[in-house]
């Protein structure tokens, strides 16, 4: 019998309190949603920001630089022309995390992101590909200077003025001064 036949027989016999109670309840995924998003909040808001804080005590390494490449399990063009220029210069301690968010599961994914996160509290540089919740989920040293090196053009996929008429251009005019 489906979820209809029991509110059917509910409503018509004399358990109409049962029914009552029967509404109430919440669906099983906004349930799920429920105990995924409190823990969710609880990852960003106390366990990476604990992580970042444990490791922050230590001083910065002024040569450390720190590659996070978030979905690859190798580092892509744009990292790979940063590496290697940074390898031949050979003054520069770097260290490469593949996060591969969307093919480890989810505790895979928690641990890379631990270590990558106590490795980011002591770096003077760090690379990303593209934007990682974890990274700015912690207060970042100001010793510590993040470069994202994704495409950012391509979000806004318009161009000069064929953007001058949207709503996206009068959006963007309080950015102004990006470099």
Known sequence: MDTRGIRKVLRR??????????????????????????????????????????????PVKENKVV?????LDKLSDNFQQIYNDL?????F?????????IFEP??????????????????RYV??????????????RPETT?????HACGAFKKFGRSTALTRLARALRSWTNIR
């Open 106 to 123: 989810r505790k895979i994914y928690e641990k890379n992101c631990a270590k990558m996160i106590a490795d980011m509290a002591t770096a």
């Open 13 to 58: 016999t004399p358990l109409r309190r049962m029914w009552i109670n029967f509404k109430k309840l919440p669906g099983v995924k906004q349930v799920k949603w429920k105990i995924n998003g409190e823990r969710d909040r609880r990852y960003l808001k106390e366990w990476i920001p604990g992580i970042y804080d444990k490791y922050a005590v230590k």
């Open 87 to 91: 390898m031949e210069d050979g003054s």
């Open 67 to 71: 590659i996070i490449e978030r979905r």
């Open 146 to 150: 993040i470069c994202q090196l994704w």
């Open 127 to 140: 690379f990303m590909s593209e934007a990682s919740t974890e990274v700015s989920a912690v207060n970042k």
């Open 93 to 101: 301690d770097v260290h490469v995390h593949y996060l591969r968010n």
